[in-house]
């Protein structure tokens, strides 16, 4: 199974050795770390991992905290696809769309960004929805200016965000781990941004709206 683990550790050579060595111990394979935070002598990373079938969580979160300087901050499933700017292969998947271009970011980006689901909306109304989305997805009724992460009631994690040029939202939620970094919010912007400038995307977004 595959799981991202989110850590705050001591800037200073040897750290993510030591790091290495407690996952490792616990049969935990590391496929890929992403430098999220550095400064005032701290970092933050997630850690993608291929751990065996039944490793407990507990012990993964035990073996780290007895490292000196490190917290975990969470630990949650992913469907993530290892590998350097995996979001570039989307893109280029959503390009190649069609009408379907946003159907195809709606159904990539929970993988992009290890979430459960998302789901695009018009006038409070969810006009595609990935599959692992609930059946009556709650909207926040506030639109930000700019994507922006929150935690809602319950303590869904969320980054809600206006497409401005289609008169449409989007929401990506997971319910699991850490809220939305910083740098997570800004890698979506840059994304939809991206989207946003397809020739297909003004297609796509009327077939939604016709259905």
């Known amino acids: 199974m595959l799981l991202r683990v989110r850590v705050s550790l001591p800037d200073r050579p040897g750290s993510l050795a030591a790091v290495t060595k407690v996952l490792g111990a616990v049969g935990a394979d590391i496929t890929q770390v992403t430098v999220l935070d550095r400064g005032d002598g701290e970092a933050m990373d997630d850690i993608t991992l291929f751990c065996p079938e039944g490793t407990p969580r507990e012990s993964l979160v035990a073996g780290l905290g007895s490292v000196p300087g490190v917290r975990v901050e969470g630990v949650w499933p992913t469907r993530e696809a290892p590998g350097t700017y995996p ?108 989207f946003l400038s397809l020739p297909a995307t003004e297609r796509s977004v009327a077939r939604q709206l016709r259905a």
């Open 87 to 194: 979001e570039l292969e989307i893109l280029k998947y959503i390009t190649a769309a069609g009408d379907r271009a946003l159907t195809t970011l709606v159904d990539s980006l929970p993988v992009l960004f290890s979430a459960d689901w998302a789901a695009v909306a018009a006038e409070g109304r969810v006009l595609y929805a990935s599959w692992r989305a609930p059946q009556d997805v709650a909207l926040p009724e506030d639109v930000p200016a700019r994507p922006a992460a929150s935690t809602l009631e319950g303590g869904l994690h969320v980054i809600h965000a206006p497409l401005p040029p289609l008169a449409l939202t989007l929401l990506l939620a997971r319910s699991e781990g850490p809220a939305f970094h910083r740098i997570e919010v800004h890698r979506l912007t840059r994304i939809l941004e991206i």
